[in-house]
């Protein structure tokens, strides 16, 4: 299972960190992301990473984003600064759970949070 957290009401500029943490039968994360879907928009991958830490980021978001993990806690973040109105939006994250050293749980959607950016 997986609960994000972070979300809320920003002023354009601030910072906000959104945090996945995965809970139950857990081993580890594989690989992550952190999607968001805005008003009136389909959903759209923000940021990734791989199990062994390499990251991409969508170019609306780079240079202002970075995703990060802690093995130790089962958690994943997004860490976002200089935040924008345009960044409004429910924010998933998505993970491949290993639940023993040889089954992975692929595709496990958490609960979204919302993240509202005021100009």
């Known amino acids: 299972q997986l609960q994000a957290s972070g979300g809320g009401l920003v002023q354009a500029g601030g910072s906000l960190r959104l945090s996945c943490a995965a809970s139950?039968?857990?081993?580890?994360?594989?690989?992550a992301g952190w999607y968001r879907r805005a008003p009136g928009k389909q959903r759209e991958l923000v940021a990734a990473?791989?199990?062994?830490?390499?990251?991409n980021y969508a170019d609306s978001v780079k240079g202002r984003c970075t995703i990060s993990r802690d093995n130790a806690k089962n958690t994943v973040y997004l860490q976002m600064n200089s935040v924008q109105p345009e960044d409004t939006a429910v924010y998933y994250c998505n993970a491949d759970i290993r639940t023993s050293p040889s089954v992975v749980a692929y595709g496990n959607w958490g609960q979204g949070t919302l993240v509202t950016v005021s100009s």
């Open positions: 139950g039968r857990i081993f580890s994360i594989n690989a």
């Open positions: 990473i791989t199990s062994g830490g390499s990251t």
